[in-house]
């Protein structure tokens, strides 16, 4: 697969909290770091999103009383899964992964996301409700970007709330599968049933090296 100027990198989320030692740690997260500062190198346009919570955010079990982490709430705009406290705006586990420092140095942009304390953000371009731009979109757009290539963490959900939103949006979508780790087995094996549904496409990191 050859790489055009009207691609786009997206980098999701590598943040210390997703990787080993976080208080959200993908298993196998900072190990795909190497692989996509090597991937960045290849891309004129990188974005890297960074997740950007304050202590009161909606997803946060230590938010409700009582609550676990890894089980659902019902909130305003649907079902939530609540989480450990992660990325929280000027904590360490919110900076980005020491070993990924090429790949951000080189990003044209980063958008936070999960900023808003009453909404979750999964999806670079949306926020948990669906409705609410990060405005990804519009940047993307206004470069006249129109496939966009995905890597990060975590594979089940911030990479794969953001392939779906970019596919809606128009955008042809392909997922890094060797540049992204999930967080589990069973809710990495929706995601690629809904990349398939889709039409987002899945490639190893080696297609694009040649
Ligand atoms: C993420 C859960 C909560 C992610 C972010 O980056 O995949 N997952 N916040
Ligand atoms: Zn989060």
């Given amino acids: 697969m050859k790489i055009a100027a009207t691609d786009a990198l997206l980098v999701i989320d ?11 740690a993908v298993e196998g997260g900072a190990a795909i770091m190497p692989l996509i500062n090597r991937l960045a190198e290849r891309f004129d346009r990188v974005v890297v999103t960074q997740d950007w919570h304050t202590p009161d955010q909606i997803s946060f079990a230590s938010n409700h009383p009582g609550a676990t982490p890894f089980t659902e709430i019902e909130v305003g705009y649907g079902r939530q899964m609540l989480w450990p406290d992660h990325c929280i705006q000027g904590s ?9 420092a090429p790949t951000v140095e080189k990003a044209l942009a980063v958008i936070r996301k999960g900023y808003n304390p009453a909404v979750d953000s999964y999806s670079g371009f949306f926020e948990n409700d669906h409705r609410t731009a990060t405005g990804l979109a519009g940047l993307l757009r206004d470069l006249g970007v129109t496939r966009v290539f995905l890597a990060g963490l975590a594979f089940d959900y911030c990479v794969r709330f953001t392939a779906e939103d970019a596919v809606r ?15 589990a087995p069973p809710t990495e094996a929706t995601a690629r049933d809904s990349f398939q549904a889709l039409g987002v496409v899945e490639i190893e990191a080696a297609s694009l090296f040649g």
Wanted: net charge negative; aromatic share 8%.
């Fill in 92 to 100: 360490p586990g919110a900076v980005f992964h020491p070993d990924v």
């Fill in 14 to 24: 590598p943040q210390n909290d997703f990787c080993e030692g976080g208080s959200l």
């Fill in 169 to 183: 949006l128009g955008f042809e979508t392909v997922v890094i599968s060797d540049a992204s780790r999930a967080i």
